[in-house]
Nanobody, 118 residues
């Protein structure tokens, strides 16, 4: 069973930066895609950024140019550098990964709160 543990959330002023980190442990199969999602109050969960094992990335339009996703395949970690934060970035951020184990299996972290004050 894969466990994802996130860290790095908190309170920041608009225009500031935060770095989220996530470590995956317990996988007996290679971790494939890793990503960050977020859910703001009263809204649906949305994809923020995604990264493949080869390092290809994709971002939500709302965060392009401000957020950067990266990963360390050897350590099964993924990070999200968030710069120029806006109040609308406030949400619970969830780490995500999948692995092929007799079929695709998805795993989620418990979430970390990001609050942006204006």
């Amino acid at each position: 069973q894969v466990q994802l543990v996130e860290s790095g959330g908190g309170l920041v002023q608009a225009g500031g930066s935060l770095r989220l980190s996530c470590a995956a442990s317990g996988s007996t199969f290679p971790i494939n895609t890793m990503a960050w999602y977020r859910r703001a109050a009263g809204k649906q969960r949305e994809l923020v950024a995604i990264i493949t094992t080869g390092g290809s990335t994709n971002y939500a339009d709302s965060v392009k140019g401000r957020f950067t996703i990266s990963r360390d395949n050897a350590k099964n970690t993924v990070s999200l550098q968030m710069n120029s934060l806006k109040p609308e970035d406030a949400a619970v951020y969830y780490c995500y990964c999948n692995a092929f184990k007799f079929g695709w299996v998805e795993y989620w972290g418990q979430g970390t709160q990001v609050t942006v004050s204006s």
